[in-house]
């Protein structure tokens, strides 16, 4: 029999996880530039030379009682060699496989529901299935080997786990072994998976200095929708002067960008499950951009409010899938300080935006050159974006090679097909798993709900002060709309030190990443939040009493916008960071819902801003706020605390982590008797 191969540990993609795991690979090579390891026996046909398909390339091989060709779909951990079989040593550690497999396969856009967890837990519970969806006993000493390959047809036993029908585990002599562990219902040597763990297009396999270069694209594209998003807060007085309207109608500037906010992520997340993200983000930054002229050249105030709509409606897709984009290229690992750049530039946007205004109106510019400089930068970003920005959604890289596969072999390939093909693609299956799965999580998730009504707040916040700091700084301290604007850098320097120390807290969460083989609690990732929660209450009080007295020294003021900013950036990136951790597969749903409402409350914001703060006065306004956050800022301990429970009952978190602590639990327990013996016979 040709055993299959098995690469050392260390050698596969650049995953947290492959440290402490074997990675294993036995699969076809369609494509020159693949090399073949010594080890194996079972050599790997080009398309050129195989005129066969691979259906019956695989029926031949097992009749001839050697392995079917296979794919690799991700890390397998934790794999012994017993003959020529690979096996997994334990359900837990096939469960911690599958996990890995889902996500390099689907990022947080995972196409699959999930499957009830079982009311009883346990590790898995392991049953016999036949191909008809039939249980029976427990698990037999003598197993027989999995004949759904390449259509072959006849009795095929497989183990999997009872609570997910998408595990299916090959058995073997020696007993359940690995198999082909797909995420796919359908398993069999046609669904198309990488060459290996070091195949090139694999995004978690490209180097780290091109991750950083997209990165960093992506981070440019959302400093400067976010940038649009405040720039215009400036230009209130001017358009209402130009079009003689009402001061409510010229806060509708702001929000009807914020509005746009909300009703983007429901067509642009999907999609770019759909087509890939990369021509989502074509299509968005070219729209983005052109509807700026509307808004430069605007003859009446509806002309100016639909455009700004448009802009924020189509603008807001790099807020929405950039961070998917972080997720597809990084690791857990590397995601942290990524994360972190990224997050930075969502709030440094709207900081520079009032910043930048304010000195174009201030030097008596038209106030139109506002909204010309903003079609330049996002000019500017679009032209570097249609080039250089690569496909990194791994459905849609791996459905263009089955295509150019079926290209190169038309008869030999013609079977072959990816995981993105073999899905529901009618508008009511794309509908139920996209639009809706955001709002069935927001009402069945506590942590889900929770998490987005603080970062609401929070939010709706940092767009309050657009409306707030002309009334403190220009109103009580005498301010020009330049110097007011220059306020603003207090925000930036404190999120940009949010930044730092949330960088300084993701060093402790690698460290954890060994212990819990790739899958450390996600409350760890609430430490920055346990310190930006209460800063931003603190900040708030400052603000609005040192703000509401002229005797009181404008700089003194000033100082509190660098505990403001340092809360909200640590909260956001800590909360966040906490959504993608607990929800994993399915934490791009829990993105839209969050993106959904806050980008609502944050258009809600400005429209009464000025009036809470002119009718309650500067400190009674920010008392309000403050005690608002006051009433959240327990939230992060108590997550951190009760979180793992909250996570046990969830239908959409994983949870693997409470399954490992088990197990370590079980681990220093045995070494704890051990130790106990060993004392006794001493």
Same mark, same amino acid.
């Given at each position: 029999?040709?055993?299959?191969?098995?690469?050392?540990?260390?050698?596969?993609?650049?995953?947290?996880?492959?440290?402490?795991?074997?990675?294993?690979?036995?699969?076809?090579?369609?494509?020159?530039?693949?090399?073949?390891?010594?080890?194996?026996?079972?050599?790997?046909?080009?398309?050129?030379?195989?005129?066969?398909?691979?259906?019956?390339?695989?029926?031949?091989?097992?009749?001839?009682?050697?392995? *079917?060709?296979?794919?690799?779909?991700?890390?397998?951990?934790?794999?012994?060699?017993?003959?020529?079989?690979?096996?997994?040593?334990?359900?837990?550690?096939?469960?911690?496989?599958?996990?890995?497999?889902?996500?390099?396969?689907?990022?947080?856009?995972?196409?699959?529901?999930?499957?009830?967890?079982?009311?009883?837990?346990?590790?898995?519970?392991?049953?016999?299935?036949?191909?008809?969806?039939?249980?029976?006993?427990?698990?037999?000493?003598?197993?027989?080997?999995?004949?759904?390959?390449?259509?072959?047809?006849?009795?095929?036993?497989? %183990? $999997? /786990?009872?609570?997910?029908?998408?595990?299916?585990?090959?058995?073997?002599?020696?007993?359940?072994?690995?198999?082909?562990?797909?995420?796919?219902?359908?398993?069999?040597?046609?669904?198309?998976?990488?060459?290996?763990?070091? /195949?090139?297009?694999?995004?978690?396999?490209?180097?780290?200095?091109?991750?950083?270069?997209?990165?960093?694209? @992506?981070?440019?594209?959302?400093?400067?929708?976010?940038?649009?998003?405040?720039?215009?807060?400036?230009?209130?007085?001017?358009?209402?002067?130009?079009?003689?309207?009402?001061?409510?109608?010229?806060?509708?500037?702001?929000?009807?960008?914020?509005?746009?906010?909300?009703?983007?992520?429901?067509?642009?997340?999907?999609?770019?499950?759909?087509?890939?993200?990369?021509?989502?983000?074509?299509?968005?930054?070219?729209?983005?951009?052109?509807?700026?002229?509307?808004?430069?050249?605007?003859?009446?105030?509806?002309?100016?409010?639909?455009?700004?709509?448009? @802009?924020?409606?189509?603008?807001?897709?790099?807020?929405?899938?950039?961070?998917?984009?972080?997720?597809?290229?990084?690791?857990?690992?590397?995601?942290?300080?990524?994360?972190?750049?990224?997050?930075?530039?969502?709030?440094?946007?709207?900081?520079?935006?009032?910043?930048?205004?304010?000195?174009?109106?201030?030097?008596?510019?038209?106030?139109?050159?506002?909204?010309?400089?903003?079609?330049?930068?996002?000019?500017?970003?679009?032209?570097?974006?249609?080039?250089?920005?690569?496909?990194?959604?791994?459905?849609?890289?791996?459905?263009?090679? %089955?295509?150019?596969?079926?290209?190169? /072999? *038309?008869?030999?390939?013609?079977?072959?097909?990816?995981?993105?093909?073999?899905?529901?693609?009618?508008?009511?299956?794309?509908?139920?798993?996209?639009?809706?799965?955001?709002?069935?999580?927001?009402?069945?998730?506590?942590?889900?709900?929770?998490?987005?009504?603080?970062?609401?707040? %929070?939010?709706?916040?940092?767009?309050?002060?657009?409306?707030?700091?002309?009334?403190?700084?220009?109103?009580?301290?005498?301010?020009?709309? $330049?110097?007011?604007?220059?306020?603003?850098?207090?925000?930036?320097?404190?999120?940009?030190?949010?930044?730092?120390?949330?960088?300084?807290?993701?060093?402790?969460?690698?460290?954890?990443? *060994?212990?819990?083989?790739?899958?450390? *609690?996600?409350?760890?990732?609430?430490?920055?939040?346990?310190?930006?929660?209460?800063?931003?209450?603190?900040?708030?009080?400052?603000?609005?009493?040192?703000?509401?007295?002229?005797?009181?020294?404008?700089?003194?003021?000033?100082?509190?916008?660098?505990?403001?900013?340092?809360?909200?950036?640590?909260?956001?990136?800590?909360?966040?960071?906490?959504?993608?951790?607990?929800?994993?597969?399915?934490?791009? $749903?829990?993105?839209?819902?969050?993106?959904?409402?806050?980008?609502? %409350?944050?258009?809600?914001?400005?429209?009464?801003?000025?009036?809470?703060?002119?009718?309650?006065?500067?400190?009674?306004?920010?008392?309000?706020?403050?005690?608002?956050?006051?009433?959240?800022?327990?939230?992060?301990?108590?997550?951190?605390?009760?979180?793992?429970?909250?996570?046990?009952?969830? &239908?959409?978190?994983?949870?693997?982590?409470?399954?490992?602590?088990?197990?370590?639990?079980?681990?220093? &327990?045995?070494?704890?008797?051990?130790?106990?013996?060993?004392?006794?016979?001493?």
């Amino acid at each position: 029999m040709a055993s299959t191969t098995e690469y050392p540990s260390g050698q596969g993609p650049s995953s947290a996880r492959s440290s402490r795991s074997s990675l294993t690979f036995a699969g076809p090579s369609h494509s020159q530039n693949s090399t073949q390891t010594p080890s194996s026996s079972h050599p790997r046909p080009h398309p050129s030379s195989t005129p066969t398909s691979l259906a019956s390339d695989s029926r031949s091989d097992l009749q001839q009682g050697n392995p *079917p060709h296979r794919w690799f779909y991700g890390p397998a951990r934790s794999v012994s060699r017993s003959g020529s079989s690979i096996q997994l040593q334990t359900p837990l550690e096939r469960e911690i496989s599958r996990t890995e497999q889902r996500i390099q396969m689907y990022g947080g856009d995972c196409i699959h529901d999930p499957a009830p967890k079982p009311k009883t837990p346990s590790l898995l519970s392991w049953r016999r299935r036949s191909d008809g969806g039939g249980s029976g006993s427990a698990c037999a000493a003598a197993p027989r080997r999995l004949s759904r390959v390449g259509g072959v047809s006849g009795p095929s036993p497989v %183990v $999997s /786990d009872g609570s997910d029908p998408d595990l299916r585990i090959e058995e073997t002599e020696e007993g359940p072994g690995l198999g082909l562990v797909s995420p796919s219902e359908t398993l069999d040597s046609n669904l198309v998976g990488w060459d290996g763990p070091d /195949d090139p297009a694999n995004p978690q396999n490209w180097s780290v200095k091109y991750k950083w270069f997209i990165t960093i694209l @992506c981070s440019i594209m959302t400093l400067n929708v976010t940038f649009a998003s405040s720039a215009p807060s400036v230009t209130t007085s001017e358009i209402r002067a130009r079009f003689g309207t009402s001061k409510e109608v010229s806060y509708l500037v702001t929000a009807m960008f914020l509005i746009g906010f909300v009703i983007g992520p429901l067509p642009w997340g999907p999609g770019s499950e759909i087509v890939g993200r990369r021509p989502i983000f074509v299509i968005t930054m070219f729209a983005y951009t052109v509807f700026h002229l509307g808004q430069t050249l605007a003859p009446n105030i509806q002309t100016l409010l639909v455009t700004r709509f448009l @802009c924020g409606f189509f603008g807001v897709a790099p807020v929405t899938n950039c961070g998917g984009v972080i997720a597809d290229i990084w690791s857990a690992e590397g995601r942290g300080p990524a994360t972190s750049l990224w997050t930075a530039c969502v709030f440094l946007g709207p900081v520079l935006g009032p910043i930048i205004a304010g000195f174009i109106i201030q030097d008596g510019i038209s106030w139109r050159w506002v909204f010309w400089i903003m079609m330049f930068f996002a000019a500017g970003c679009t032209l570097i974006t249609i080039p250089l920005l690569p496909e990194t959604y791994v459905p849609i890289i791996l459905l263009k090679k %089955v295509k150019r596969l079926r290209k190169e /072999d *038309p008869v030999g390939n013609k079977n072959l097909y990816a995981e993105h093909e073999n899905q529901d693609w009618s508008f009511r299956g794309v509908i139920n798993r996209t639009l809706f799965r955001p709002f069935i999580m927001l009402a069945m998730e506590p942590i889900l709900v929770l998490v987005t009504i603080y970062l609401s707040i %929070v939010y709706g916040l940092l767009y309050a002060l657009f409306q707030a700091f002309p009334i403190i700084f220009t109103v009580r301290h005498g301010f020009t709309i $330049s110097q007011t604007g220059l306020v603003f850098v207090g925000v930036g320097i404190g999120t940009t030190l949010g930044s730092f120390v949330n960088y300084l807290t993701t060093l402790k969460y690698n460290k954890l990443i *060994p212990k819990w083989r790739g899958f450390p *609690p996600a409350e760890e990732r609430l430490l920055g939040a346990m310190i930006g929660a209460p800063a931003l209450v603190v900040g708030t009080f400052w603000m609005g009493w040192t703000g509401n007295y002229s005797y009181v020294p404008w700089y003194v003021s000033a100082l509190s916008t660098i505990v403001v900013g340092f809360g909200i950036s640590l909260i956001f990136m800590g909360f966040l960071s906490y959504l993608v951790d607990t929800y994993l597969m399915y934490s791009a $749903s829990a993105f839209s819902a969050n993106t959904i409402c806050r980008s609502a %409350v944050a258009a809600a914001f400005p429209l009464f801003t000025v009036q809470m703060f002119t009718n309650m006065g500067i400190g009674w306004a920010c008392t309000l706020i403050g005690l608002v956050a006051a009433v959240f800022m327990p939230s992060p301990f108590l997550f951190y605390k009760y979180g793992a429970r909250i996570r046990e009952k969830s &239908r959409f978190a994983p949870c693997i982590d409470l399954k490992i602590k088990k197990e370590l639990e079980e681990e220093e &327990r045995k070494e704890k008797e051990r130790a106990g013996i060993q004392e006794v016979k001493v």
